[in-house]
C-alpha cells in the first residue's frame, strides 16, 4: 500500500496572538494570548501527512537562524525526511503574523523570508524522490516556477499531483492541465474562474469551469459543509464535521495532508474526502497550525464515531 508524498512548500515560524476581534486599520487591541507555533502552508501540510500515516519528504528552504533550526528538529520528530530542507545562510526563516478572534477565524500577515529562494534546482534535486513517490503535494508559498518544474516531473513519472492554490493567485492552464486533484476553498476558486462562490450552487459552477480546464479532479473546501468533489466519476458533497472551533488556521492543510495519505492508500475518493475532513474537522479544535494536526488514530477514531 504506497503512501509516499513529497511535499514542496513553505515553512514558517507562526507568530500567534488571541483576541476578541481582528483589529481594524489604525486599531490597537490590548490584551490576548501570545504563543509561538511552527507553521507554514507547505511544513503544515507535511506535518499533516506524517501525522495521518504517510511516508513524507519535504522539499523546502528555512533560513540558517533559530527559526531555521527548530523547524528541522521538529520535521525530524515527525519523522520527515528533511533531506531537501536548505538552510540559507543569507535570508531569515518565513514569518507569520497571526490574529486568531474568539470565534477562531484569523488573519494572517506573511514575511516569506527563504521560501522565495525555493528553486526549479531544489526540485531538480528531490527528482527522484518525486519519481518515487505516489502523491506530490504542493500549495502556492513559493515560486511558481517551482511548482511548475516539481510538476513537469511528476508528470513526467505518472506520479499524481494534489495542487492546494493558497495563497490565491492566478494560475496558467499549462500549470492546471497538469494536476491530478485541486483543492481551492471559496475564494480560490473565484479567483481561478471569475466565478462568484457564494454556495453550493456556485461551487458547482467553479468546479465545473475548472474541470473544463483539463483538471481531473476537482475538490472545493467549503469549511465545515464539507467539500464539493468534481470528477469524471463523481460530482457532490462530501458533508463535513460540525466540531467546537477554537482556531481554523492550518485546517485546509490538515485537509490536504489527510487527504494525500488517503489517496497514496487509494482510497476510493468519497471516503478519501471524508478523512480529509476529519483531517480538517479536529484541526480547528486546537490552537496553532502543526501543533493542531492530528494524528491516524485520533482522525480513525473521530470517523469510527461520527459515522
Do not use: C
Not at 57 to 78: C, H, P, W
Not at 135 to 142: P, V
Not at 217 to 224: A, D, F, K, N, Y
Not at 261 to 277: I, R, S, Y
Amino acid at each position: 500500500m504506497g503512501r509516499k508524498i513529497v511535499v514542496v512548500g513553505s515553512s514558517n515560524t507562526d507568530m500567534i496572538i488571541q483576541v476578541e476581534h481582528i483589529p481594524k486599520p489604525g486599531e490597537t487591541i490590548i490584551g490576548g494570548a501570545f504563543s509561538i507555533a511552527a507553521g507554514g502552508k507547505g511544513a503544515n501540510q507535511a506535518v499533516a501527512a506524517a501525522r495521518a500515516g504517510g511516508s513524507v519528504t519535504l522539499v523546502a528552504r528555512v533560513g540558517k537562524d533559530m527559526f531555521g533550526k527548530q523547524a528541522i528538529n521538529a520535521f525530524v520528530k515527525d519523522d520527515i525526511d528533511v533531506g531537501h530542507v536548505k538552510q540559507d545562510s543569507d535570508t531569515p526563516s518565513g514569518v507569520a503574523l497571526i490574529f486568531v478572534d474568539k470565534d477562531g477565524e484569523n488573519s494572517i500577515a506573511v514575511a516569506s523570508g527563504a521560501n522565495a529562494n525555493v528553486s526549479p534546482a531544489d526540485v531538480q534535486a528531490a527528482r527522484d524522490s518525486i519519481a518515487a513517490a505516489d502523491i506530490l503535494l504542493m500549495q502556492l508559498e513559493t515560486p511558481l516556477e517551482t511548482i511548475q518544474a516539481a510538476t513537469q516531473i511528476a508528470s513526467e513519472n505518472d506520479v499524481r499531483v494534489i495542487l492546494n492554490p493558497a495563497p490565491a493567485q492566478p494560475l496558467n492552464d499549462g500549470i492546471l492541465q497538469q494536476v491530478s486533484v485541486l483543492t481551492p476553498n471559496e475564494s480560490e476558486a473565484e479567483l481561478l474562474t471569475g466565478i462568484p462562490v457564494k454556495n453550493e450552487t456556485d461551487a458547482e459552477t467553479a468546479a465545473n469551469a475548472l474541470f473544463d480546464k483539463g483538471i481531473k479532479t476537482v475538490l472545493i473546501t467549503l469549511g465545515s459543509k464539507g467539500a464539493l468533489v468534481f470528477d469524471s466519476d463523481y460530482r457532490g458533497l462530501v458533508p463535513g464535521f460540525k466540531v467546537e472551533a477554537v482556531d481554523s488556521t492550518a485546517a485546509g492543510d490538515a485537509f490536504n495532508g489527510a487527504l494525500a495519505v488517503a489517496l497514496a492508500e487509494e482510497t476510493p475518493l468519497k471516503d478519501a474526502v471524508a478523512f480529509a475532513n476529519a483531517g480538517g474537522a479536529l484541526s480547528v479544535t486546537k490552537l496553532g497550525a502543526q501543533p493542531s494536526a492530528p494524528s491516524r488514530s485520533e482522525i480513525d477514531l473521530f470517523l469510527q464515531e461520527r459515522t
